[in-house]
């Protein structure tokens, strides 16, 4: 068969669990949580399926879930949208980063992507016809940071930029945009009709007191942007696949045309449930903390072997610099690392469309503490 997307074969995530997985090895790759959501998240969705929410929702989500969304939208980044038009709930971020690309970009369109960045976003374009123009994160005379060049940005605009893709707090490098990095998007954006999607999906994972910078705190790209979040990283559940994608009403509509015959709509009873979750704040006001713990915990232990930590600002995940411990290229480290010291990581190398080797790789903290304790037992021969 003629393929549409020759250069993408098995991910990363999945190569890696399985290697871990056949040589015993702690599993500090693939990015999900080794500890169970609160058991009230599970009773809420029991309760909604014995309450016979069990056929279809209306397309774009149950409107109890779409108004709790908007509501605390409005509550953490004072922008209201509106739940009827601008909200819509969809099979994790992962359908909704590939359905808001489907329903702008046109065959020939380029989209900037900054990388290292997640691994669908690239295909994503592909299958929408358009092309990925890579910049890379990182300013000149900061080695190891992971920061929004905005000249690079601006030299990367063409007549044909429909969309730039966002990732705050970013995957993989672990950091978080500033508001000054905000007003400077804004700020390079005003004079085109350039299309923002932003990734938010560790929104609620930011450290050292730092805020989140949604989007939505920024009117003026508020009103270019689709914000993209997932329940799965909030509430300790990726396998349920729900989130959603906040955008004004035009962008929404369009997104819309692509969700009804994309999914149509996602899962009702779990849609019920988040609803009613969603009433008490404290989850979410929480992760921080909860998360801040792991990360402290993992980054001491880290902290007494040759690997060089990097900074670890948001998101679940840890970056380390290994050129003290070995040459290796960073898939082979990887690799060595599952099978002979028994820690599974991901390399860096694989969120860049080319390749690049800089000898990092990234460790997934969002384990129980026993688990980062068995993982830095290991590596503390290192
Ligand atoms: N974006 C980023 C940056 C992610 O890390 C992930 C989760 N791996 C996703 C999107 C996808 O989220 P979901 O599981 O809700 O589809
Ligand atoms: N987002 C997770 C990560 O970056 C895993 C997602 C996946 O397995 N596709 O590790």
Redesign the pocket.
Known sequence: VGTKLPRVGT?I?TVMSALAQEHDAVNLG???PDFDCDPKLVDCVAEAMRAGHNQYPPMPGVPALRDAIARKIGALYDHRYDPGLEITVTAGATQGILTAILAVVRPGDEVIVLEPC?DSYEPNIELAGGKAVFVPLGRDGEPGSFRPDFERIAAAITPRTRALLVNTPH?PSASVWTREDMHALAELLRPTDIVVIADEVYEHMVYDGQAHESVARHPELAARSFIVSSFGKTYHVTGWKVGYVAAPAPLSAEFRKVHQFNVFTVNTPVQHALARYMADPAPYLELPAFYQHKRDLFRDGLGRTRFRLLPSEGSYFQCVDYSAISDRSEVEFCRWLTTEIGVAA?PLSVFYAGGREQRVVRF?FAKKDETLRSALQRLAQL
């Open positions: 991910t995530f693939q990015g999900f997640y995957n991901i997934c």
